[in-house]
Nanobody, 120 residues
C-alpha cells in the first residue's frame, strides 16, 4: 500500500505565498514522477506541475513564473512553492505519484487533497 500525505495549505491574501509539501510512504520499488493537481469548485481536476525522476518539469501555463516544483528523490517528497498567488489559484490541491509496485507494476496514487484559499 502506498500513501501520500500533503501539508501546507491554508488561507492567503492575493500576492502572498504558500508552500505545499507531499511525502510518499509505503511499499513501492520506485517513483517515476510526482506532481500536483488542483480542482476548483465546479471545475475538473487539472495538472499544476509535475516532475519526473529525471528532473523533467511541466507547469500549467498560468502558474509558470509563479510556482516552483521540487523533489527529493531520496526522501520521496515533492514540494510546490507558490508565489504571487491569485484568486484563481483557489482550489483543493492534490499530490500525485506514479509508483512501481509488486506484483502489478505501475500504481497511480493520490493524496487526500489540501485546500488553498486565496482571498482578501
Amino acid at each position: 500500500q502506498v500513501r501520500l500525505v500533503e501539508s501546507g495549505g491554508g488561507l492567503v491574501q492575493p500576492g502572498g505565498s504558500l508552500r505545499l509539501s507531499c511525502a510518499a510512504s509505503g511499499r513501492f520499488l520506485a517513483i517515476n514522477h510526482m506532481g500536483w493537481y488542483r480542482q476548483a469548485p465546479g471545475k475538473e481536476r487539472e495538472l499544476v506541475a509535475r516532475i519526473t525522476n529525471r528532473n523533467n518539469i511541466n507547469y500549467k501555463d498560468s502558474v509558470k513564473g509563479r510556482f516552483t516544483i521540487s523533489r527529493d528523490i531520496a526522501k520521496n517528497t515533492v514540494d510546490l512553492q507558490m508565489n504571487s498567488l491569485e484568486l484563481e489559484d483557489t482550489a483543493v490541491y492534490y499530490c500525485n505519484a506514479q509508483t512501481i509496485v509488486l506484483p502489478t507494476g505501475i500504481l497511480e496514487v493520490w493524496g487526500q487533497g489540501i485546500l488553498v484559499t486565496v482571498s482578501s
